[in-house]
């Protein structure tokens, strides 16, 4: 991909920019991958010509090891709804650090904890974690006891983190997946088995029709159906009216079990996206935002569903689940940190930054679209009026993508996620002054885009 981009004359001149200025991070690089595959310990990490290294962040900013500062619109991939650094927090976890980081027993204030998720998101119960990939994991684990049923159903382009049974379809090439309204399973990485892929069906996001036509297929056989409600590895997918409402129904129909994957939404709306689309599921995961940058997650969701975690005959266990420093930074988080008044200031810049997109792009008539909700957003390099699954989100032009994100960086503005496929997130130390900046250097990305001269597709990735 690099090496095409290279023909164009204006991505050599900002190519020549950033090397300059990330010289720290090139011999970082170098040394890391002696000891570590690609220098990176999570995939997503990896670019070219190499990654980034980090050193600190506080409030709306971020220094790299070269001492460049950004303005951070990734926070974490949406991780930081509360900022890097929120002080509020920093003196909580000062003073929980100085009682004992883990106690290896059931933490004092873990049930305080857990009655404000089920007030805040209307759960009746709550299991904790560590990690997005274990809530998930344990989701579908929860919905196969409950059921007696194997099969689950996803949506293609939607990802879940590291189960083996739910790295199906996330980022599948046309030719592989064929069909766009009933495709292929395609395994989304080497290593996993045949026999767990066959218990996965794909869908279409957005469609469903064909929800509905594979569940009367496969419906007595579906544990589970499991969505992103708005899927955030095609950018940001808002679902239509009716789809998720209508996958309620249908869930309810065949008594299969309704899981939303809220890892990354429940930082999104005060309520997470169950609150903001007033549907509510069966089962629900959160993490990244609901501990201001610690790493806890949880499955809530119905009692009769919850109360199956029995022990000795369902697994759910972990050394670090609930332990004193992640249950204290989720209770400082959600009642002094992500509080309503807060959370609905940094929806209002989130709406300033993609009305101000908007603007730009109807100005320079440049082929992208914005899509936003909340605290999130993205841009679509796209001629396509809308991207509503993961088929037309595969339109967007990469090229241009990558050259936006080199000129926004060259010039300290870090504008969303590293990845076409990402969104920016709005914390709530971001100020009006920081989307003003964002915009006043995207006018002049505008430009450099529009005249590129070179398109290049999606490829499959993972």
Known sequence: MIEAIRMSAIYEVERKKFLKRTKRSEQIFKESIEVTPFGVHSNYRFSEPYPIYFSKGKGSSLWDVDGNKYIDFNMAFGVLVTGHSHPTLVEAMKRSIANGTILGFEYENSHKLAKMISTRFGVDMVKFSSTGGEATNYAIRFARVFTGRKKILKFEGCYHGFPD?????????????????????????????????????????????????????????????????????????LPKTGFLQGLRDIANEYNSVLIFDEVKTCGKFYRGAA???????????????????????????????????????????????????????????????????????ATKLSEKLAKGYEEIIEDTKIPVIVQWAGTSGTVHFTKAKKVEDWRSFLTSDVARWYLYLMVMMNRD??????????????????????????????????????????????????
């Open 165 to 237: 049974g739910l790295l199906v379809n996330v980022k599948p090439s046309k030719a592989k997946a064929g069909h766009p309204r009933f495709p292929n399973q395609v395994p989304a990485s080497q290593g996993i088995l045949e026999e767990v892929v066959k218990n996965t069906l794909v869908a279409s996001f957005n469609d469903l029709e064909a929800v509905e036509t594979i569940m009367k297929a496969h419906g007595n056989e579906v544990a589970g159906i499991i969505l992103e409600p708005i899927p955030m590895n095609m950018g940001y997918v």
């Open 275 to 345: 609150g903001h689309f007033r549907v509510k599921p069966d089962l629900v995961t959160m993490a990244k935002a609901i501990a201001g940058g610690y790493p806890l997650s949880l499955v809530g969701g119905k009692r009769e569903i919850m109360n199956c975690v029995v022990p000795g005959h369902v697994s759910h266990a972990g050394t670090f689940n609930s332990n004193p420093l992640v249950i204290t930074a989720g209770l400082v988080t959600l009642s002094e940190i992500l509080t309503e008044e807060a959370m609905n200031k």
């Open 413 to 462: 503005i870090l504008p969303m996620a590293p990845g076409p496929d990402e969104q920016w997130t709005i914390s709530v130390q971001h100020t009006k002054e920081d989307i003003e900046k964002h915009l006043e250097v995207f006018k002049q990305v505008a430009e450099y885009v529009r005249k590129l001269d070179i398109e290049m597709p999606m490829v499959e990735a993972l």
